[in-house]
């Protein structure tokens, strides 16, 4: 079983950043995938980033030029740094986790953003 922790949310103003870590323990081997998705009230999951086992990225328009990713696999961390964060960025992020050594998959708890003045 894999247990996944979203952590570095905050409350920050327009054109801020904050950077998000999303780190798995238990069964991880440091072969994985994992996306970051965000959700607002009354709307459905967001997947606005997905990186895949070879590290490579892609990202929702929405986030293009403003959101990385990175991971460092021997921490079995992935981040999502956030630059220029508008208000419209404001939501509960989560990570989704996949490891692809054991086939164990676990969303994380969420951390919340707010994005305002």
């Known amino acids: 079983q894999v247990q996944v922790v979203a952590s570095g949310g905050g409350l920050v103003q327009p054109g801020g950043s904050l950077r998000l870590s999303c780190v798995a323990t238990g069964t991880v081997s440091g072969h994985f995938a994992a996306d970051w998705y965000r959700q607002v009230p009354g709307k459905a999951r967001e997947e606005i980033a997905m990186?895949?086992?070879?590290?490579?990225?892609a990202l929702a328009d929405s986030v293009q030029g403003r959101f990385t990713v990175s991971r460092d696999t021997a921490k079995n961390t992935m981040y999502l740094q956030m630059m220029n964060l508008k208000v419209e960025d404001s939501g509960l992020y989560y990570c989704?986790?996949?490891?692809?050594?054991?086939?164990?998959?676990?969303w994380g708890q969420g951390t919340q953003v707010t994005v305002s003045y």
């Open positions: 989704y986790w996949n490891d692809i050594t054991y086939g164990a998959s676990q």
């Open positions: 990186m895949d086992s070879g590290g490579n990225v």
